[in-house]
């Protein structure tokens, strides 16, 4: 089987706050970007035309809750009109490399406090939108 063909694993990937520094703490991440279309009729056609004419970008980081993670929630909830930025990177050995660079996050809800007895808090995410973001070579 080819490299190209090769399934990416999630075990490789890497997150960096907008300072460069590795939140190793970040067990998932994906960043999406959903088009919105307008039809459009075509003489002599049945089916109507497809036009993308916008977008819309969210990102999804999900943490295993550590201090690290805490002071950047708290960070995000001192200025939540403010916007950060972000690097999500994913190094798998066999199937490749690639980095993408995340900017102006602004979260749509945080978890401000969050435990429960005998259990790891594995499943802490910040989700939000973004207004641009740039692959990185």
Known sequence: ???D???YSGTHGHFYDQNGNELTECIGFELTEEFD???SKRAGKLRKG????SSSVSMTATF???S??????????????GKVNFIGELDDPIAGKYRVAVIGFS?????????????LDED????GTVDDYDPID
């Open 107 to 119: 979260p749509d809800s945080l978890s401000i406090a969050k435990w429960s007895h005998g259990e």
């Open 64 to 66: 295993e809750r550590t």
């Open 1 to 3: 089987m080819s490299k």
């Open 124 to 127: 802490t995410s910040l989700e």
């Open 5 to 7: 063909a090769q399934t």
């Open 37 to 39: 279309k307008a039809e």
């Open 68 to 81: 690290n993670v805490q002071k950047l929630i708290m960070e995000l909830a001192k200025n939540p009109e």
């Open 50 to 53: 497809h036009r993308v004419v």
